[in-house]
C-alpha cells in the first residue's frame, strides 16, 4: 500500500518505518534477539513462506539490521545475526510490547521481557526529561531541529 | 503481503503490530500528535490517496486509538482525535524516532522531541531494571509470563 519511498524524509519516524520495510521485517529481528538464526527456525516460528522470508531476510541485509554469516556448526549453512543498528531495535521493540501488554492482553497471559541475571522484569520506558523527571504524555512537543529543511511534508 | 493474523499471538509485539496493521497508520498517529485532526490535515501531510486515508482512519477509530468527532468550529465537518489508547503509542513513536535518529540521519536534520515547558530535548529512552539502573541491550531475555500458553508460534 505504501506509495512513495519515505526514506529521505525529514521525520525519523518516516524514515526509520521505510527503512523497516514492514511488520514481518520486525518479527524477524524480534526471534533473531530471542537466539533464532537459521532459515529454517525464522520459517518455522513465523509461518511465512520460504520466498517472502527470503524477501525479507536480504531486505534486512541490504539495510545492515542483519548480517548472514556461515555456520560455525553446519558446513555449508548460513546463519543470520543482528548487527549493532539491529540490536539498537530493542528499544523498539519494548515499546510495542508494552504498549500492547497495556492494552491487548489480559495480564499475566504475555511473554515476559527480564534483566537476565535477576529474571525480573525490567521497568516500563518512561519519557523523562534531562533530569530524570518522568514527563506526562502531554507535556510533549515536537519542534524543528538546528538545521530544519524547508520540507516537511513526508514524501 | 500479511497472510495470517496476529491478533491472538500469545507475543505482545505480534499483536501490537496486528492492531496498529501498517506504517501508514502510525504517521496518521504521528500527525495526530502535532495537532493534526482534519481529514484534510492528514491528506495534506502525507499524501495518500483519499480512499486509503479512510480506510486507515476507519481502522483506526474501529481500533479505538482514534476517534471521530463532530468539528466544533465547521458544521457538517468530523475530526479525528487520538483516543487515550492511542495517546500510549507517544512511547513507540518515540522509539522509532530515536533509532532513525541514532542510524539514519545527519545531527540536526531532523525534528526534536521536547518537553513543552522548557523546549528542552527530552531524555533518551532507556531499559533498566527496576531500581532504575539502566541496562545494556545485552542484559535482557524474554520469558514465559505466568500463564503462559502452550502454543507460542506467531500464527
Chains 1, 2 share one sequence.
Not at 7 to 26: F, Q, S
Not at 29 to 52: H, M, P, T
Not at 117 to 144: K, S, Y
Request: contains cysteine; hydrophobic residues 35%.
Amino acid at each position: 500500500m505504501r506509495r512513495t519511498s519515505l526514506g529521505d524524509a525529514i521525520c525519523p519516524v518516516a524514515r526509520t518505518l521505510d527503512e523497516i520495510g514492514d511488520w514481518w521485517t520486525l518479527l524477524i529481528v524480534r526471534d533473531a534477539f530471542q537466539g533464532k538464526k537459521r532459515f529454517s527456525e525464522f520459517q518455522k516460528s513465523l509461518g511465512l513462506a520460504k520466498n517472502i522470508l527470503s524477501a525479507r531476510l536480504r531486505h534486512l541485509t541490504a539495510k545492515g539490521i542483519m548480517e548472514k554469516r556461515p555456520s560455525v556448526n553446519r558446513f555449508g549453512h548460513n546463519e543470520y545475526h543482528l548487527t549493532d543498528k539491529g540490536r539498537r531495535l530493542r528499544l523498539v521493540l519494548t515499546a510495542l510490547r508494552q504498549w500492547g501488554e497495556d492494552n491487548l492482553f489480559i495480564e499475566g497471559e504475555q511473554m515476559l521481557v527480564a534483566h537476565d541475571r535477576t529474571n525480573r522484569p525490567i521497568a516500563r520506558l518512561q519519557l523523562m526529561n534531562q533530569d530524570g523527571r518522568p514527563l506526562e504524555l502531554d507535556e510533549i512537543v515536537v519542534t524543528p531541529g538546528r538545521k530544519r529543511a524547508t520540507k516537511r511534508r513526508v514524501r
